[in-house]
């Protein structure tokens, strides 16, 4: 459930610089604590339509987006948590509805033509490849289908290292709105020449241990 929120996420801008475009699956280990899993994300072209699978040992996951990464359709089913729900967007509506813990939820969430982002791995596609420096948007939070308000800034390119490969990566501050920034924050880093996610750090909360995301494979 973890990763859904936290990362809880790339397929063509040019054929030449774009990952996505070139390789078709991914895949990234998630480490909390003692705990690890290992998450295999693959792209599929339809038509006007981006799909992008999600599966791990115990969960599934499927969004629909545009080329431009704007999502539109977002799943998430883990059997084990008794947990399965639809995000569905039209127009200026958020349709959430599922069972959370075995807990039957639906709610309509009004946001205007806000952005949302589901799974910042590549729902920010279009934020990191953009000239903008920070960008606002929605996110439903998958432990009770809330609506929640975000912003993301970005910060200078760094060298960050992954399973000793040295990266120049565009860091990029997730965080709460206003003051409330104070309370949680988590930082996503992306290639700064291809724009593929590399990583995520951050926590669910005071006290909880970091989730830490990379890129398995390259």
Sequence with gaps: MKKI????????????????SLKTTYQYLEQTGDDQSVTTWSFKNKKALLLIY??????????????????????YENPVENTIFTLIRNKDKITAKG??????????????????????????????????????????NPNNLDLVEMVAKKEDVETIKIQNKKYEAIPVRISLPGTKSLFWHAYAWFDAQTYLFLKYQGNSGPGTDDTIITLKNQ
């Design 5 to 20: 929120f936290l990362l809880s996420w790339i397929i063509c801008f040019s054929l030449c610089c774009d990952p996505f």
């Design 54 to 75: 999600g599966n791990d040992s115990v969960s599934k996951t499927y969004i629909e987006c545009s080329h431009d990464f704007i999502e539109s359709t977002y799943k």
């Design 99 to 140: 069972k959370i813990k075995g807990e039957e939820i639906e709610i309509i969430h009004d946001v205007g033509d806000g952005n949302w982002v589901q799974n910042v791995g590549f729902g920010l596609q279009n934020f990191v490849r953009s000239k903008k420096t920070s960008y606002s948007f929605f996110k439903i």
